[in-house]
């Protein structure tokens, strides 16, 4: 099993532009989770997702959105970037709410300028 | 709000002495809290949890509700426990998402 794959590694872009930032998993996992972190800080929660089709808004989710077509994958859209986005972003799984271990991608660091 | 607190940024220990990561919270009710390490190049990952009350790698953590605290201590330190270590917080909501702290990166010295 890969486990949490995110793509790409690392992404600069210019204020104004759009990305999308691809997640995947194979573990079957229900429950999904985009988070941010920026430096010396830890993780917030932007969007997460208990199933396909089901998402919902976390602390930081304004600039930000997601989709969740299937149980595998979970793309964080950023539709304008701004510099306030500059951080490093992780994409997380896990299996239910009672087995709830969340399992972690390799991160994305994206730097807006 | 539910909030996690690590007072301290960076810590060193030297090899074989005890080792303690501090982690307060605020929560209106009873939390799960969890550890997470990160290894130089490896991914997040979880250590322990309080409600599996074992330990993990030498590590334990008591959570002490009157104290709103879950604390993580090594006896003897090692140099292979150097990381970047959180501490984590989960309510019971539907999607029992995680509140982290800022982390406390450990240094243990030869």
């Known amino acids: 099993n890969a486990g949490v794959t995110q793509t790409p590694k690392f992404r600069i872009l210019k204020i104004g532009q759009s990305m999308t930032l691809q997640c995947a998993q194979d573990?079957?996992?229900?429950?999904m989770y985009w988070y941010r972190q920026d430096p010396g800080m830890g993780l917030k929660l932007i969007y997460y997702s208990v199933g396909a089709g089901i998402t919902d808004k976390g602390e930081v989710p304004n600039g930000y959105n997601v989709s969740r077509s299937t149980t595998e994958d979970f793309p964080l859209r950023l539709e304008l970037a701004a510099p306030s986005q500059t951080s490093v972003y992780f994409c997380a799984s896990s299996y239910s709410r009672t087995d709830n271990e969340q399992f972690f991608g390799p991160g994305t660091r994206l730097t807006v300028l | 709000a539910q909030r996690v607190t690590q007072p301290e940024k960076l810590l060193s220990v030297f090899k074989g002495a005890p080792v303690e990561l501090k982690c307060n919270y605020s929560y209106s009710g009873s939390p799960e809290l969890f550890w997470y390490v990160q290894y130089s190049r490896q991914r997040l990952q979880l250590l322990l949890r309080?409600?599996s009350r074992e330990s993990i790698k030498g590590f334990t953590a008591d959570l002490n509700k009157g104290e709103t605290s879950f604390h993580l201590k090594k006896p003897f330190a090692q140099e292979e426990d150097s990381a970047m270590y959180y501490c984590a917080l989960s309510g019971w909501g539907s999607a029992r998402q995680l509140t982290f702290g800022s982390g406390t990166q450990l240094t243990v010295l030869p």
């Open positions: 309080h409600i």
């Open positions: 573990m079957n996992h229900n429950y």
